[in-house]
Nanobody, 114 residues
């Protein structure tokens, strides 16, 4: 089974930035569309950003213009650069492929608070 490992979360003040990383097998990063999802307390998991193998990107309206998804195929990483963070961005962030090639990882907690 494919495992996805998210990292880079933390506590940040409103307006701050974080860069999340997702580690997965190289063949997955190179061959599949990759997603970042998030789940806030008491809410459904929601799609935040997507990047396909042609480098076409999709962003949820709530993060458009503030978040950037990118991939580093040499190091088998997918990144989510998050700028101008807001308290409503507080959530556990997860990555996965499309279609899903493995279970959800443990995610990485992002907390935006003053």
């Amino acid at each position: 089974q494919v495992q996805f490992e998210e990292s880079g979360g933390g506590l940040v003040q409103p307006g701050g930035s974080l860069r999340l990383s997702c580690k997965a097998p190289t063949n997955i990063i190179k061959s599949f569309t990759m997603d970042w999802w998030r789940q806030a307390p008491g809410k459904e998991r929601e799609l935040v950003a997507r990047r396909n193998t042609a480098d076409f990107t999709y962003y949820a309206d709530a993060v458009k213009g503030r978040f950037t998804i990118s991939r580093d195929t040499n190091n088998a990483l997918v990144y989510l650069q998050m700028d101008s963070l807001k308290p409503e961005d507080t959530a556990v962030y997860y990555c996965n492929s499309v279609p899903q090639q493995g279970p959800w990882g443990q995610g990485t907690q992002v907390t935006v608070s003053s």
